[in-house]
């Protein structure tokens, strides 16, 4: 899903008054998923459009998003640390860390 396509589905969601986060990685260190800009929006219902990585990272994500939206409301800074138990997961952990900029649209 490009840039392009997650703000148009974003200004969708607006546009129905469906509250969505949008998350974006704005720092990486080690081996990551995926780059610096990469972007996914969450639903509250958990449903996800575009992506900033998968796997535990993603979930973390997720999360994040579901706390933003149901009881912060407000926008949140997260590390997703994909270093844990390396090799342990049958291979789904990169060795890197992301810092996510999770912010909700009401």
Do not use: H
Not at 40 to 46: H, T
């Amino acid at each position: 899903m490009t840039d392009k396509n997650i703000f148009e589905q974003l200004v969708d969601f607006q546009k129905q008054g469906i509250p969505v986060c949008l998350a974006t990685i704005v720092n990486a260190a080690g081996s990551t998923p995926r780059e610096i800009g990469a972007k996914m929006i969450i639903s509250a219902d958990g449903k996800t459009w575009g992506s900033v990585g998968g796997g535990c990272g993603e979930n973390q994500v997720r999360s994040a998003a579901l706390r933003c939206l149901l009881t912060e409301k407000k926008p949140a800074l997260i590390e997703a640390d994909l270093s844990d138990d390396l090799g342990t997961r049958g291979g789904d952990v990169c060795g890197g860390k992301m810092l996510i900029f999770v912010e909700p649209y009401f």
